[in-house]
């Protein structure tokens, strides 16, 4: 008898299960026991998919970052609208928001692929402000300043309208 394959939908059912529980209690309350657990899987499963509790740990920021860098690219190349795909992202995201940007990076390579999402936010502040202009210290400051607003609605210290009118008079400053 073959060994069973993975099942691809229990993998996103750990990813999204790690990523609640990193984003309610932090990395010291992710344990396997409860991870498996709360996703309604065997140990096993996350040995099978991940090799271990670090690599689903590094798992769900790849997957934050990747579903973050497929919505700055559809937002297009300008300024403006990575902006506002950086909020909705956070918004729609909040369990892999909170894990990837309110949570030090595991190491040098996942500050690597944190990295490359931001290089997305600084291409469009350059063409924004054209080859004179310093489109790494705009894209850090609407990072900053957007990362704030994101996180104070997250919070329930602003509510949506109150968060969107306040990033877009921060926009309008910066910009």
Known sequence: MSPRK???????????????????DGS???TLRRVTSDAGTSTMAVYTHFGG???LKREVRRTGYAALAEALTAAGTE?????????????EQPDLYRVM???APLDEQDAAECAGTFAMLAEGAQRH??????GEALAMELW???????????????????????????????L
Do not use: W
């Open 79 to 91: 300024i403006e609208p990575l902006c506002r795909a950086y909020a909705a992202f956070a918004r």
């Open 129 to 134: 402000l054209g080859p004179e202009g310093d």
């Open 6 to 24: 993975a099942d691809p939908a229990v993998r996103s059912v750990l990813i999204a299960t790690a990523a609640r529980l990193l984003a309610q």
């Open 28 to 30: 010291n309350a992710l």
């Open 53 to 55: 509790m670090d690599e």
């Open 101 to 103: 940007f309110m949570e």
């Open 144 to 174: 900053a300043a957007g990362h704030g607003v994101v996180t104070l609605e997250l919070s329930a210290l602003l509510t949506p309208e109150q968060a969107e009118s306040l990033a877009a008079s921060l926009r309008a400053k910066l």
